[in-house]
């Protein structure tokens, strides 16, 4: 079955780094555009970064531009987002999700914390 298993999370402090991985399983990734959303208690989850099927093009939220970089390794089936330069309102629960076939298949994964807090 399909599977989306995001691991990395964790507290942090300001001005710390993380790196967010996502490991895939039960569908072709290589074919599979990927992205990565966060939500905070009492928001509305938001696309952070995205990243196209063969890794060529990126996009990003302009709260995280310069600060966050999504990559992926598909000889692994993992998206990873790595994160510097935290800041407390970049605490959130951050989701991967999988986007295949024009859209027509959509996965989501179970999310991982992430906490920056002095």
């Known amino acids: 079955q399909v599977q989306l298993v995001e691991s990395g999370g964790g507290l942090v402090q300001p001005g710390g780094s993380l790196r967010l991985s996502c490991a895939a399983s039960g569908f072709t990734f290589s074919s599979y555009a990927m992205r990565w959303y966060r939500q905070a208690p009492g928001k509305e989850r938001e696309l952070v970064a995205a990243i196209s099927s063969a890794g060529g093009s990126t996009n990003y939220a302009d709260s995280v531009k310069g600060r966050f970089t999504i990559s992926r390794d598909n000889a692994k089936n993992t998206v990873y987002l790595r994160m510097n330069s935290l800041k407390p309102e970049d605490t959130a629960a951050y989701y991967c999700?999988?986007?295949?076939?024009?859209?027509?298949?959509?996965?989501w994964g179970q999310g991982t914390q992430v906490t920056v807090s002095s």
């Open positions: 999700r999988a986007l295949g076939d024009f859209n027509r298949y959509d996965y």
